[in-house]
Each structure stands twice: as structure tokens, then as C-alpha cells.
């Protein structure tokens, strides 16, 4: 027998006899912030990181930066087809993931190589995915920055926009349902967050109970389109609140304030288990890509205002003041993963690409007796024709 | 063996898949306490609790998203769109998620547990949006699987393989035998193969293949073709992507006649990829030519809906052309 019960969607309404239409429900959601652009510690009450975690987290933010910039020019100089920096934006993705324990899914977009470089992923792995050869684990299959980890609980990246974001909440669902102490993270741009996927996302995560931190990354700006032309609301936050979820806004080029939220976040969704929103304000500092030209549609002034914010820059002064700054050994750090990276580009650059057999795996479990046909045939018409196609491992030059 | 309608086979399917493993998921719109609009999930939630049988948010795209992720995770969602005609919003998800996880990442991560449920096809006067097979759709997707079962039977065996499979599996089910459609079936846990088409009458004139409602089309047509001297064999596709060329080839071989029954739209719907091949591999067998007695090139229609079904009379009508020709 099926047990009903009776219910009021009324019931929290109050009546009005006044005839006015509401556009904002309170004032713009305020922006949690620790440290000010010198460094100084602004609150009192608010806990505070370690030594060894702000050291980390500054470290793989100058990691970044110096991948990135490398590896910007290794495309400009054509050594790999695409790249995406994430300049600007270090602190939003760093310091959220050092905030969250290894057994949590990191589900990003495709901007956020600070996460999986906090978690370990090694510039070797980096430059395999990057020039697509042999040891790339996604098989030479996807542009460059699209990568995935398994072991480090880094969900492979895909091009579309905001699909990871229902997909973060079935995971967190699926984490929950299996009794694991866990929680997925689920990074996105303010562009993105138009997607019909955010909104689905969103309100399932918080009808469904499922323990998922989104995080938003509100760069300002979508490839050239400007926030204030992709939405009117008060930001990302103020959606939160619509779908009834946690939501706190938070500076993104300020290190600590971004861990300290995500730390809360991660607390709370895994202790009621219910998702948090985080919308982090930063600058893409960088291009959208090395395909993109930012000149074309933003002024200078405008850029160096942002530069002055350097979320690297202001972790630097924190650190200072904290006492907690070695020059020498952050120099020696940046001299030694200069050195690793033009390395091991080389070495990735000249490893040999997949065998042509891969074309049909993992498009089903087994290859299914259709695609062992075509394989066969293009084998057969590739052998035919050994010099009008690139050269595959094990092919005969 | 019990007496089962085609709905009562899939929901026995889906306490069986449930009951045999605690990871099977049932989700969707409506799909709770209230059982499906077709009942096809009655009392899921009673047995096995709201974890694990859950109405969703009125979202597709959000619903096959969210199960792609559980599926990630390693949970086996049975996910519910409550018409194949609004599968749509989830397109992308489909296409470029779940079809596209496994590749991606060479093998690291997969949405194989992932099965999609879906009714689809017309008969039951619902218009253009309660109506259409938009199977052929989904078979130019690389990664996933395309199922479509005949008969309770066949509905229970082949969405106990769909959920149990390593690869996303699309089960279609033809609604207008939802309830018409009646047989025996095990009670016992039982699969049955995908990729495979099934021999549903031997014949020695014209082979018929079809999948779904229009497998009884093509028998009624047949037994009024008997009547008429022509000896028709009868091809269940079961499974369309991949779909099981060897056996409708070795027939066409021996028969020299080829017909194609769906519902859908002729143009670009599966008959074409059946025929393309058939012509490729049977040419030299082949007496006339390929017959495709599908719906129209128009939107499903409402008032003249019994004139758009590729019917059994139409079907004898080409049948009889083929063997006339």
C-alpha cells in the first residue's frame, strides 16, 4: 500500500497586496575574501592553512606557469596544434583542489591543469597527452589538454561545454548510494553555466541530495564574450540560491579564501549531503586559447588592472609575511621544472605514435566483427598506398 | 513459464536485474511511486527504496547526464525517457558522452553500465510527438548499442543483457504492444544475445526484416502472402546497431528477395543501411529489387495515421511487386 501524504507548495508563500514585480531577491551576494592584494590577512576569526599546503599550492601555481608558458610557445613554434593556458586562474583551481582529499573526482572543464598537476600528474604525463604519441592514455584520440587520470580520480576532459555538470551530480549520487566517504568536484566557466546541462545539473544535484561542490570559475569573459553579455543576474552564485543550494562567492585570485570555502564546502556537502556552489571571481589573464587573440576584443588598461590582482603575486606577499617564503628554494623549484619540461617535451615529442589498430578499440568493450571489417579494408588500403599517410608503429617505412 | 504482457516482461526484467545486484539503478520522470506513465517500473521503489528507484527533475538532458555519471562511477542506471520522442534534450549526452567516454579516454573511464529505456513508435493516435522511431538516429552513433525487442519474451532476455552489457545499451520498446503483446515467459533469470536477429519463420520466396511491432505487420502480411503461393521467410532484427548483416545476407542469398518494414521515415531510416548492404553483398543473388515499406517523409500524422503505417496490405502489395518483378 502506498503511503500518501498531503503537500502545500504554498505553504512558505506569504501574500502580498502590493502589485510589484521582483527582479532581485536581496543584495549582490557579497565575495569572501582573506587576503587583500599585499598579502595582509584580513580576518581574525577565519581558520588558516599550513605551511607545507600554502607551500604546495604556490608551487604548483609557478608549476603552471611555466608549463604553460612553455608550452604556449611550443605551439606558436608548431611543435603540438592547440594549447590553453590558464593564466590568472591558478589560485581558483589550485587552491580548491588542495582543499580536498585524493578519493574525490575531480570533474573539470578544460582549463583547470592545476588540479591534476596538484595531484601528482607528472610533466611526462603532461607531454605525452600533449604531442598525442604512444604513451598518451587517451590514445592520441583527443586535442591537446584533454586529459584524464583513472588512479588520480581526474575524469577525462571533453570538449563539450558544461556536460560534466549533470555528470557531477550522478557521480556525487553514486559515491553517496555506494557508502563512500567522497565528493566530486565539478569545475565550469560563467559561459558555460548557460548550458541547459548547468541548469539540469544543478537541480538535480539538489533534488537527488548529492554531495557535489560546482565550482565556477567567473573569468569575465567566454572565448570574447563578456559576462555582462552572458547574463544580467547577480552572477552564477545568485542561481545557487534559486535551486536552493549552498552557495558561497569567493575571490578567485585570493589563494587562502578559495581553500578555506572549498575545505566548508566539502565539509558540508559530505556531512548532509547536498551540493555547494562556489563561484569563484578571477580574470583569464591568458587567451582563451592559443587559437584566440584577446587584443581583438578587450583593452590593455583593463588587463594590467588584473595583472596587479596576480593571484601568484599576492600568495607570494602572504608568504612573505607569514614568514614562510624561501626565495632560494622557490628559485631552485622554477629552475629545476624549466629544465624538466623542455626535457621532457623533447623526449615526448620524439616517441612514436599508436598503431593504427587503435582506431577501432574502446569504441565498444570488444570490436565488434563491422569495425574488425573496416579495419581490415583501411589496413589494406593503407598498405597499398604506404606513402600518401602518416607513418603508424609497426608499419613498414 | 508465466502469461506476461510486454511491459509486465520488462518490469519483471528490471525487479530481476535489481534483485540479482544491489548497483542496478532505476531513474526518470515518474518513475517512483507512481510506476511509469506506461507502469513499466510498478512497484521498483516499494521493493528495493528510493535509492535505488527515484523520480527525476523533468530534465532528459539532465536525467542521461546524471546517469552517465553514475555509470562513470560504477553504479548500472537503468535510466527511463518517458517518450523516445523527447529523447532529444539528451542527444548530446548521448552522442558525444556516453558514446564517447570509453574512446576518449582510451579505455580509462566508460558509461558501459548505462542502459536507456525509452517507448517509442506509433498506433496508439498520439500525434507527432507520442509517435516517432527514431531509431535510425541512434545506430550512426559509434559506442553505444541499439535494442528493440518483438515480444514479453524477448523484452525480458534482451533488457537483462542490455543492463548486464559492458557497452551503453539504447532499448527501445514498441508501445503499442505494450499491452497487446502477450506470452509465456520464464520466471527464471534468462539473456539473450545482442547483435544477433532472430528467424522468427523460415521461408524459401522473399526475405522480410523489420524489428519491434512491425515484426507482427510482416507475419500477417506472410500468412496472406501464403495464401497467395509465396513462401516468405521472417527476420526479427533485435538488435540494430550492430545489427546482424551475416544472417539477413545468408537469407537474401537464398530467398533473392529483400523487404524492409519501419515505421519511420524512409528517407535515411535504417532500411537504407540495410539495403546499401544487402545490394553490396548479395548483388549477384539478388532477382529484384530491394522493396522499403516505411512511414512517409512527413511529420507522424494523428487523423491519417492508419493511412501512414507501413501496414500488412501494403506490405503484401510490395511483397507481391517483388515476386512479380
Known sequence: MIELNERNHLQHIQITHDVELQQHAHESIPMLQLLDEQGMLLSTTCPLWDQATATKIFNTMHYIRILDERMVSAQRQGRISFYLACTGEEAAVIASTAALQPNDMIMTQYREQGALAYRGYSTEQFMNQLFSNALDPNKGRQMPIHYGDKALNFMTVSSPLGTQIPQAAGYAYGQRVSGESAVTICYFGEGAASEGDFHAGLNMAAVLGCPTIFLCRNNGYAISTPANEQFVGDGIAARGIGYGVKTIRVDGNDALAVFIATQTARQIALEEQCPVLIEAMTYRLAAHSTSDDPSSYRVNEEEQKWQAKDPLQRLQRHLIQQQWFDEAATEAYCEHHRNEVLRALKVAERQPNIPIDEIVTDVYAQVPLHLQTQLDALKDHVAAHPNDYPKMTGEKS | ?325
Open chain 2, 1 to 325: 513459464m508465466i502469461k506476461m504482457n510486454l511491459l509486465q516482461a520488462i518490469n519483471n526484467a528490471l525487479v530481476t536485474a535489481m534483485a540479482a545486484n544491489p548497483k542496478v539503478l532505476v531513474l526518470g520522470e515518474d518513475v517512483g511511486h507512481f510506476g511509469g506513465v506506461f507502469r513499466a517500473t510498478s512497484d521498483l521503489q516499494a521493493k528495493f527504496g528510493r535509492e535505488r528507484c527515484f523520480n527525476t527533475p523533468l530534465t532528459e538532458q539532465g536525467i542521461i547526464g546524471f546517469a552517465n555519471g553514475l555509470a562513470a562511477q560504477g553504479c548500472i542506471p537503468v535510466a527511463e525517457i518517458q517518450f523516445a520522442d523527447y529523447i532529444f534534450p539528451a542527444f548530446d549526452q548521448i552522442i558525444n558522452e556516453t558514446a564517447k567516454f570509453r574512446y576518449r579516454s582510451g579505455g580509462q573511464f566508460d558509461c558501459g553500465n548505462l542502459t536507456i529505456r525509452a517507448p517509442y513508435g506509433g498506433g496508439i493516435a498520439g500525434g507527432h510527438y507520442h509517435s516517432q522511431s527514431p531509431e535510425a538516429f541512434f545506430t550512426h552513433i559509434p559506442g553505444i548499442k541499439v535494442v528493440i525487442p518483438r515480444n514479453p519474451y524477448q523484452a525480458k532476455g534482451l533488457l537483462l543483457s542490455a543492463i548486464r552489457d559492458p557497452d551503453p545499451v539504447l532499448f527501445l520498446e514498441p508501445k503499442r504492444i505494450y499491452r497487446a503483446s502477450v506470452g509465456d515467459v520464464p520466471e527464471e533469470d534468462y539473456e539473450l544475445p545482442l547483435g544477433q536477429a532472430d528467424v522468427v519463420q523460415v521461408g524459401t520466396d522473399i526475405t522480410l526484416v523489420g524489428w519491434g511491432a512491425q515484426v507482427e505487420v510482416l507475419q500477417d502480411a506472410a500468412e496472406q502472402a501464403l495464401k497467395l503461393g509465396i513462401s516468405c521467410e521472417i527476420i526479427d532484427l533485435q538488435s540494430l546497431l550492430p545489427w546482424d548483416a551475416e544472417l539477413v545476407c545468408a537469407s537474401v542469398n537464398k530467398t533473392g528477395r529483400l523487404l524492409i518494414n519501419h515505421e519511420a521515415p524512409v528517407t535515411s531510416g535504417f532500411g537504407s543501411e540495410i539495403a546499401a548492404t544487402v545490394q553490396e553483398r548479395c548483388f549477384l543473388h539478388l532477382e529484384s529489387p530491394i522493396q522499403r515499406v516505411c512511414g512517409l517523409d512527413t511529420p507522424y500524422p494523428l487523423i491519417q495515421e492508419k493511412q501512414y503505417m507501413p501496414d500488412a496490405l501494403k506490405t503484401l502489395a510490395a511483397i507481391k511487386y517483388s515476386v512479380n518483378y
